[in-house]
């Protein structure tokens, strides 16, 4: 593994790495477990991945953890994924204060269980001033409910006069819940699928897309390095020829 990270150039990191932890239900499945079992051991990832993420430089990262969508399942399963969550920010507080870590929510956290809204702010509140990474955690989150709300604002504030027409892509970005956060430059989605599943559709209009079979409770440091080696492989020309990205970098 220390080959493997020797081969990222810490000079060209991803500021912003956002991931779609997909697979739990189905790596538990494999093993004729239920589902809250993946769940659990998908926890163990969360840590991994993050204290991975914080030695190497990474500044923000962007974890997928409950949609609007997910209300849709067994009652049974929302039910544990409320009381793990809450297990895990309790217990993990400590360890985000240790490694100076900002704890961040994106979503509509009224829409969250009061026990659940209420341990998370907690651990905003108590890792607010933590500057060496800052974890975002999307609950109750919907990339389509985002840009609403975004929406919302914004007439809201055209009829306080406070904003005036036309509106602008400035505008719907500084209204948006990451209005302060940079768009992710590398997205990685777990477990074999192929799609955003409305996570950060706006933000991630120029985002390098990741996509790696391994389901989430077996993702390890090892496939965030190598993520992160194919992104640096990658040409980023945002619109522009190969020719003027490189004219721009030499100037």
């Known amino acids: 593994m220390s080959e493997l990270k020797k081969r990222i150039d810490i000079n060209r990191l991803p500021k912003h790495i956002a991931i779609i932890m997909d697979g739990n239900g189905r790596w538990a499945k494999s093993r004729n477990l239920a589902r809250i079992f993946g769940h659990r051991s998908g926890i163990k990832s969360v840590k991994d991945i993050t204290e991975a993420c914080a030695e190497l430089g990474i500044q923000y990262l962007t974890l997928y953890t409950f949609s ?20 895990t920010v ?5 360890s985000l204060t240790k490694n100076n870590i ?4 994106i979503g509509d956290l009224n829409g969250l269980p009061s026990k659940t809204r209420n341990a998370l702010l907690n651990a905003i509140e108590n890792t607010k001033n933590n500057t060496r990474m800052t974890l975002i955690l999307a ?4 990339g389509k409910s985002e840009l609403t709300h975004s929406v919302n604002q914004i007439i809201q504030k055209i009829n306080d006069g406070k904003l005036s027409l036309p509106v602008t892509e400035s505008d719907i970005t ?21 799609r955003l599943s409305n996570f950060l559709i706006w933000q991630s209009a120029y985002t390098e897309l990741y996509f790696t079979d391994v389901f989430w409770p077996d993702f390890k440091e090892q496939n965030l390095f190598e993520a992160i080696i194919d992104y640096q492989s990658r040409e980023r020309r945002f619109g522009m020829t ?3 990205v490189t004219k721009s970098r030499e100037s």
């Open 68 to 87: 609007t969508e997910n209300w849709n399942r067994p009652e049974d399963e929302v039910s544990g994924l409320m009381s793990l969550l809450i297990k």
């Open 90 to 94: 309790e217990s993990e507080l400590a």
């Open 102 to 105: 900002q704890l961040r929510s």
């Open 139 to 142: 609950l109750n989150y919907s």
């Open 174 to 194: 500084n209204n948006l819940y990451t209005h302060d956060i940079p768009d992710p430059e590398l997205l990685i989605r777990t477990s074999g699928e192929y």
């Open 242 to 244: 190969t020719e003027q």
